[in-house]
């Protein structure tokens, strides 16, 4: 069963650091690319982040691009976001998804986890 | 950037069809995916290449793409398929995801 699991959120101060991450199961981590995606309260869905199977390429969003950084670790089955000069509105439940074998769609969601910007 | 447009609301009855559409500049030449989700859950994956339904997925969920607009269509509307929907397209130019910006469906 595939299971996309996310961790690391939680309150911090604006301008501050954080590291999201997100364990994978139930399948080969390495041969799938890997995104974010975001959802502020009450609104909808995000694109943050995108990386592929193996690393390189990498893209961002205008809205976080030379703040937010993601990567992966294909030994550890995982995959993370470094979220620096954190913002208002940045505050929002933060998701990884994977990309479908055959394309550009996500097919797979983890439960998310809740990242709050607020002094 | 690509734009995707979706209305913020639409309302059906039970039993009929709901259609709900997603517009953006020459969207037919692109792969439109369509993700349902329900208060406090993820999404889920409805449609992907703009008509393929992912196993699981009943029948009655449809869609359809040409020209500016695509369309999911839901078929014999039930109460369970209150939610929000958004669709999703792969923009090759900024080499961006691009959502809509979802629409609630209320089943009258």
């Known amino acids: 069963e595939v299971q996309l699991v996310e961790s690391g959120g939680g309150l911090v101060q604006p301008g501050g650091s954080l590291r999201l991450s997100c364990a994978a199961s139930?399948?080969?981590?390495?041969?799938?690319?890997m995104n974010w995606v975001r959802q502020a309260p009450g609104k909808g869905l995000e694109w943050v982040s995108y990386?592929?199977?193996?690393?390189?390429?990498?893209y961002h969003a205008d809205s976080v691009k030379g703040r937010f950084t993601i990567s992966r670790d294909n030994a550890k089955n995982s995959l993370y976001l470094q979220m620096n000069s954190l913002r208002a509105e940045d505050t929002a439940v933060y998701y990884c998804?994977?990309?479908?074998?055959?394309?550009?769609?996500?097919?797979?969601w983890g439960q998310g986890t809740l990242v709050t910007v607020s002094s | 950037s690509y734009v995707l447009t979706q209305p913020p609301s639409v309302s059906e009855a039970p039993g009929k069809t709901a259609r709900i559409t997603c517009g953006g500049n020459?969207?037919?030449?692109?792969?439109v995916h369509w993700y349902q989700q329900k208060p406090g859950q993820a999404p889920v994956l409805l449609i992907y290449?703009?008509?393929d339904r992912p196993s699981g997925i009943p029948e009655r969920f449809s869609g359809s793409n040409s020209g500016n607009t695509a369309t999911l269509s839901i078929n014999r509307v039930e109460a369970g398929d209150e939610a929000d929907y958004y669709c999703?397209?792969?923009?090759?130019?900024?080499?961006?995801?691009?959502f809509g910006g979802g629409t609630k469906l209320t089943v009258l």
């Open positions: 020459n969207i037919g030449s692109k792969s």
């Open positions: 999703q397209v792969w923009d090759d130019t900024s080499h961006h995801v691009v």
């Open positions: 998804a994977r990309n479908s074998e055959d394309g550009d769609n996500f097919d797979y």
């Open positions: 290449y703009d008509y």
């Open positions: 990386i592929s199977d193996s690393g390189t390429p990498m």
């Open positions: 139930g399948f080969t981590f390495s041969s799938y690319e």
